[in-house]
């Protein structure tokens, strides 16, 4: 069965039932930005509590001339020109931001804050409680495994701009092992494998405990599975039995080729003689680790209480997710303009209405700088003062020979 739609009704009313369990039930949100789709993930880890409610939409935001943006679906019909952008979870932490249209410019990080802005607006209505501290429910966002902390921290600064600072992050290694440990691990706090392969390489990354143990490894195409994690394990002088189990999951058009990935996971597992899973989805494991991990999941203490796959585990709905031509290379890239831009994806606001494809949040109208145009605001404001100097001494020298002359 395919994932549920926001705009069939089914996700609402399934979202609806969990404010009416009661007070005592804890429950997460989990938001996964991906390549080619998002993910957005409503579940609970009390025994008897419903299966997660899983709401996917393609990676592509629409934004509307009225001010509001949208994600994924295809371009609404609107009364003026809405450009639509694609490709910008790769680019984040870019100083060359990307382009929106023909004159505007945004920081990546904050287009994927706004992304997640509109997948939190799919979930509405929200409870007030099952959150761990007795509030609203806790939302944990995931990031790819390879970002380093400069791309780390340019999202967290972005979401923060957006008044989305209640909003936790986790790597997607992190959030996969969480869904392994909360529904399949026997034993918690064993080393587990995550193996996240995508259209241009693989991810490998060792997780014990519930944290990474060091940096990922990233490894590009070509080369076998288990020599790469054979590769990540030697660097900390580990052996492949010292694993508990190796979780597959993807990303991008890979994702979609489920021969492809179910071969990784054999392979891995024949060669290591060791449990091997492949995450549902693929690309939704990590978006449900998230939830889980929100509702207060500890994989060091934890009990086996499965929170159930969601309905769309083994499909996930694609609605041509790439638009357009592929973004150039920042160094390809002209410089930002300064000009009045679409709406900012990353602003705060009502949700005027469900559409096709997603729910319309409302923005701001100007997008934020990127650190081409800061870096381009400080030369020109130099130059001016520049000019200013000269000019005044110019000025001055004038005076003194008038003074000279009259005298």
């Keep these: 069965m395919a994932a549920p739609s926001a705009s069939d009704g089914q996700a609402e009313f399934t979202i609806r039932s969990h404010t009416n369990r009661g007070t005592c039930m804890s429950m997460g949100v989990g938001l996964r930005i991906g390549s080619v789709v998002s993910t957005a993930v409503v579940a609970s880890n009390d025994p008897g509590s419903p299966d997660p409610v899983v709401i996917v939409r ?112 986790v790597s997607d290694a992190e959030a996969a092992a969480a869904w392994f440990e909360s529904e399949i691990a026997e034993r918690p706090g064993q080393l587990v494998g995550i193996y996240h392969v995508d259209d241009t390489g693989a991810t490998v990354a060792l997780i014990r405990s519930g944290v990474e143990a060091g940096k990922a490894f990233r490894f590009g195409s070509g080369g076998t599975p288990s020599a790469q994690i054979a590769t990540a394990l030697g660097a900390f002088g580990w052996l492949p039995s010292n694993l508990d189990a190796v979780v597959v999951t993807g990303d991008g058009l890979i994702a979609r080729d489920a021969a492809a990935i179910r071969g990784f996971a054999t392979s891995v597992s024949e060669k290591f003689d060791v449990r091997c899973v492949v995450g549902p989805g693929p690309e939704q494991t990590a978006a449900l680790g998230a939830a889980i991990r929100a509702a207060g999941f500890n994989p060091t203490t934890h009990r086996v209480t499965p929170i159930g796959l969601p309905p769309s585990y083994d499909v996930t709905e694609v609605i041509d997710a790439v638009v357009g031509e592929p973004l150039p290379d920042a160094a390809e890239t002209p410089r930002p303009k300064r000009t009045t831009a679409p709406a900012s994806a990353a602003a705060v606001g009502a949700s005027p209405g469900r559409v096709s494809g997603g729910t319309a949040v409302a923005t701001s109208p100007e997008p934020r700088a990127t650190a081409q145009d800061e870096a381009f605001a400080d030369s020109t404001s130099r130059s001016s003062w520049l000019v200013a100097a000269v000019v005044g001494l110019a000025l001055v020298l004038v005076a003194i020979v008038f003074v000279l002359f009259v005298l």
């Design 58 to 169: 393609d990676t592509v935001l629409h934004m509307c001339p009225d001010g509001t943006a949208i994600l994924g679906g295809s371009a609404p019909q609107t009364l003026g020109q809405t450009h639509t952008v694609s490709g910008f979870l790769s680019r984040v932490g870019d100083p060359a931001g990307v382009a929106v249209g023909d004159t505007a410019r945004y920081r990546a990080e904050d287009l994927v804050a706004g992304a997640m802005r509109c997948l939190l607006r799919e979930c509405e209505p929200l409870p007030d409680h099952g959150g761990r501290t007795g509030g609203a429910p806790d939302i944990m966002a995931s990031y790819p495994t390879r970002w380093d902390s400069t791309a780390v921290a340019a999202l967290r600064d972005a979401l923060d701009y957006a008044d989305m600072s209640y909003l936790s992050l």
